[in-house]
Structures are given as C-alpha cells and as structure tokens.
C-alpha cells in the first residue's frame, strides 16, 4: 500500500498524543512555567501519550551564542524534570537529536507560503528586535519549523500558552493543505490552553508578555526566572507596577498589573478563579504578599529538585537519549510518509 493512502490511524496511536515544547533562547520563566509546563506535568503525562521537548534549533533563529544555547538546553531539560515530567510516563528529548523534524520542515516550507509566514505576530516583534544584529531567514520560516515538531508525531493536542496559539493555527491550516494535496498523511492538531495565566505579563510592564528576552527591560525586573532565589521572587512580585486606584478589581483592560497579579495567584492555587479572588484583599500590599508566598511555594521544590539533578549530568543526558530513540521511531514512518505522498523516490529496499 501507497504511503499515500495510509490514514493517520495506520500509524497505530491509540491514546491521545500531546506535543509541546520550550525554546532554550534564555531562563524559563514563571510564564513557561504556568502557562505550559505546569499542565505538562499536573495533567498530560497522566492522560496522554506525551512528549516534551527542548527545541534547540528554534534558539538559533536569533542572534546566539553557542555555548549559551548549549548551558540553556541542558537547564531547559533538567528544569522539566525538576518540575515534575516523568521520564516513565512521557517522552522528554532534545529537538535536534531528531532528524526528523529538520527532515519534515522543508516539506512544511514546501507547504507554506511566504504571506501567511510574515502575518506571524510573533515573527514581526522578533524582527524588529532583531533589525540589528539582521533578521535571520530562519525567524520567518521557524513556523514551518514548528509545525513539523508537532505533525511529526500524529500530535491531537498542543498545550502551549496564549503566545502560541496563532502557530498551532498555521499548523493545522499546514496539515489540511498537506493531506489535501497529497493524501491524508497528517493528524490536524489542536492548540489547549490553560484555564488561568494562558498570558502572564511582565511585573515591569503588564501589558507586555513576560518572556525570557523580556529580560533586557527595566534590567529583567518585571521577569521571574524558575531560579530565582526566594529573596529575588519576592523583590520583583513587591516592586511589580500596579495601577491607579487602591482597590483590589479584577479587570485585564482597565487594570491589567493587578489583574496579572491574581491571575498568577489563581494559577498557583490551581485554576483559583482570579476575579474571585480579587474580593478577598483590601489592598495591593496584601495581595503582593500573598503572590511572592505563592510563586515562591511553587517555585522551591523545582528549585531544590532542578540542583540535585544538575549534580547528575549523567541521568540527565540518559533520559535524553532514551527520549530521542522513542521519539525517532515514532517520527520516522510518518515523515517517510509523507516524502513518499509529496513525490520524493524512496530508498530502494
Ligand atoms: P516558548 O519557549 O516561548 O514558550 C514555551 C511555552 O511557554 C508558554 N509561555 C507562556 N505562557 C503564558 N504566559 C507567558 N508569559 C508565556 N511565555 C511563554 C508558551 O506559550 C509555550 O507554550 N515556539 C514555541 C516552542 C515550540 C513549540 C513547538 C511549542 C517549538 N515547537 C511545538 C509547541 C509545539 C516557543 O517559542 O515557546
């Protein structure tokens, strides 16, 4: 049988396959952490088949340093599993330990057009940024990247915060256009966001995405690192801005730092509704006080964690490269597939 005929189903998943990654660009920050991997951890390794992965070619669509990416990668792994991933229940790997991600984008690439790539929200802050150091081709075409991270592996779901929505978006229209043309090779993948803190702002400046190169505004003050010591968690939660007014509402419009403060305490209480919340304080002080005890609650045991499993390089780079065999073998037939369904001759038997 013609790969080209073969459904997603012939590739013999049964449970629901979750894919999600985090780009080693810089520290993980308290967004990663609730609005991603705090559902990796509390919810899709139980439920799924889920794999995890540090996408390390994604860091080099910026202006880099190899030996940061390197140190980054490494922490980036360790901090999953300090967080909680079980390498028994779920697949945790290195993006660029598996041929078959580069091996699938260029068909993505092939896929795509160049319109759809520059309407990326994502694509046009980065570029501006990077207007200095030059825009590296690989920023605009690192959706094509993406989606073939996820539609390697027949991926259902995609939970990832706010900021990545739009990309998953372009996935799917990538995997119906695909499967349109060439045969069903594809699963189309759905993005699922977190109930609270799909979007956590930075401190600084709540009306921007607190992101791991945030960092260069106000000095990073507005951005919590997953390492941050307690007495650092603290001093950026009290000087976070807050708005006019004095009482505590929930509004994001109107009010957007205290908002980002309850949403940051409902999600460390575990999906708290934030305006409910917002009725139980008299004050920003108060509430300050409640967010720095509840982020640094969260934050201690992965800290502790990440420093005992960073004295075992070792275990770590074992579970990486466990992660990227079962992640190659799952891979590999479907992006063959798919060379096969677009027209490339296969390897003679
Ligand atoms: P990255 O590394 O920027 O972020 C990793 C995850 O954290 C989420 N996130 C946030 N959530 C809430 N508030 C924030 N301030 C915040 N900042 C980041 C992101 O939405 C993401 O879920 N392109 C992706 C990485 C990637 C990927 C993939 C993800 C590459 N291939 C395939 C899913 C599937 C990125 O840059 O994430």
Redesign the pocket.
Known sequence: MSAMVETAGTFGEAATRV?????P?GHL?L??Y????RQWVAREQHRADALF?V?DL?ALTVDHDPARVRRLSRQAATLLLAAGLDPARCTVFVQSHVGEHTRLAYLMECTAGVGEMRRMVQYKEKAAREEAAGVRLSLLTYPA??AA??LAYGTDE???????AQ?VELTRDLAERFNRRYGPVFVVPRATLPQV?????DLQDPRS????SSAARNGGAGVIHLLDEADVVRRKVMRAVTDAGTDVVYDREARPGVANLLDVLAACQGDADPAGLAAAYGSYGTLKRDVADAVEEVLRPVRERHAELAADPGYVDGVLRAGAERARGLARPRVDAAYEAVGLLPVGA
């Open positions: 894919f999600s990654g985090v780009q660009t920050t967004g990663n609730l609005g991603a991997v992965c996408v994604h990247l993406m991270d996820i995609v939970p990832v915060g706010e900021d990545q990309h803190a799909a979007r956590v702002m995405k607190m992101g791991k």
